[in-house]
């Protein structure tokens, strides 16, 4: 693409230049990136005869034209800028902390009044910078993007080559070169290189195994964020039994994050809403999604943003949004999402209401390649604004599995722990299980082969029969609720599952 984030960023700061804006305020992850294009610009703008000065905690105001450096606090560094007449430009580091003072503020808005139209501009940089109500008719508030895509791949590219160089052997495929730049997005260009260094490091080849390495990368973004948690999956679109429609739907939705649908101007899906019976495989179609269509998952704790650990509710909801936009395309999970966003928290007036307009906003307005995989049990919870067209691109409805996909499912977990399926017989098994679901299916085939395991001997078919006649299924425990669920979902959501025609 022609126009990337960076590309914006640096115009819109050339566009506050040009509006002659004295006060900008640069919201960045990298300071040193910052701090060169600023550099630029001021030796684009001034021609080696302007003032180019900044200021930080640690050594004051240095004069990068003169190489002097003053030690000052805040306050002795802003007076003594507003009393330089000379253009140029003026990089305050570490001011964000301090906007609250009314002593800055009353610097800041003298500094405004002075360096307007005179050529003189003070910025300051931060990750996360709060404006006060005193200063936002002041300060003008840009963004600074992380590296995208194509800076992204320019890095690999320079790193893979150096260690060609040193007889590394580089086995990428083109896709697989762009799927390493798409892996390492939400980094900052030092981020980059020093993962790829550490992923690199001691190998003789770079083969495509590299992909799943730089992919696990991004639990450390989850880490520091807190109430994001990076989910590896092990999981296949196979290991998910039955649910024929859903599998469908996710198929033809593979490669609509690519480049090529982009350029066929189609957009990538929004989100998908599983609702249904617990035990039912919602959690691990989730998972199977994101091995499927190649992309990281992450899950959003909503009882964490709840907290107040991290700061506000609402402050640390809209740091795990940006958090996801910047590493996309990624899949965002919110399991149970009625426990977080329901009618009850969009009712209370308070923490909950704001949250629930804030992720409809984002849902219907966002344009970022994040697709919100969310999973619901307490279906009767979910207003009516979060089920609608525009936010989720389809609502599906999992049932307590059929007579065929029960079979699917004993064959998945008795494969998965190394039986042969062939010494069972699953049509009889899934007779057995009639109205179970396949968290219990699960439970069976685990808790037989601990009955084996104890006798030493291989697990049989009547191991499967005692465990199943000793179990009490979930339709037995809650027929009514499940009964309800059905009956609410029957004309609100699509069957997850093909008609069993047995």
Known sequence: MSSTARQSSILSLREALTGGYPIIAIETWEEDQTLS?????????????????????????????TGTLTTMDVNQALDHILQC?????????????????????????NIHYAFRGQNR????????????????????????????????SAIVSEHFSTLEKKGIAINLVPDELQRCSVALKGFT????????????????????????????????????DGVLEYVRTTESIEDVGGLENLKSWLAKRKKLFSPEAVEAGIRPPRGLLMMGISGCGKSLSVKAISALWGLP????????????????????????????????????????????????TAKDGGTGSHIFSAFLTWMQEKSSDVFVAATANRIDLLPAEIIRKGRFDQVFFIDLPNDNEREQIFRVHLQRRGNNVEDFDLALLSVAT??????????????????????????????????????????????????????????????ASVKDES
Not at 85 to 105: A, Y
Not at 438 to 467: P, W
């Open 37 to 65: 294009t600023l550099a630029g610009f001021c030796q684009s703008v001034f021609q080696n005869k302007g003032a180019y000065m900044t200021w930080d905690l640690q050594q004051g105001l240095a004069d990068n034209t």
């Open 85 to 109: 007449d000379k253009p140029g430009f003026f990089v305050f580091k570490d001011l964000g902390s301090n906007l609250k003072k009314p002593e800055i503020q009353r610097r800041l808005r």
């Open 121 to 152: 501009f003070l910025f300051f940089t931060g990750s996360e910078i709060l404006v006060p109500p005193e200063l936002r008719k002041d300060v003008l508030l840009i963004g600074y993007s992380l590296p995208s895509e194509p800076e992204i």
């Open 189 to 224: 260009a030092a981020e980059i290189k020093y993962t790829l260094n550490k992923v690199c490091w001691g190998k003789k080849e770079i083969s495509k195994d590299i992909l799943d390495i730089l992919q696990d990368e991004k639990e450390q973004l989850a880490r520091k």
């Open 297 to 344: 998952l992450f899950r959003l704790d909503m009882n964490k943003v709840y907290s107040g650990i991290y700061g506000t509710p609402e402050g640390t909801f809209h740091r795990a949004i940006k958090s996801i936009e910047s590493v996309a395309p990624a899949i965002l999970w919110i399991d149970e999402i009625e426990g977080g966003i329901s009618s009850n």
């Open 434 to 495: 009639e109205f179970w679901n396949g968290a219990e299916i699960e439970h069976v085939v685990e808790a037989a082969m601990v009955e084996a395991f104890h006798r030493n001997e291989k697990m049989s078919q009547d191991d499967l029969y005692t465990i199943i006649r000793g179990t009490v299924p979930l339709s037995r425990t809650m027929a009514e609720q499940i009964k309800f669920i059905k009956n609410w979902a029957s004309e609100r959501a699509v069957s």
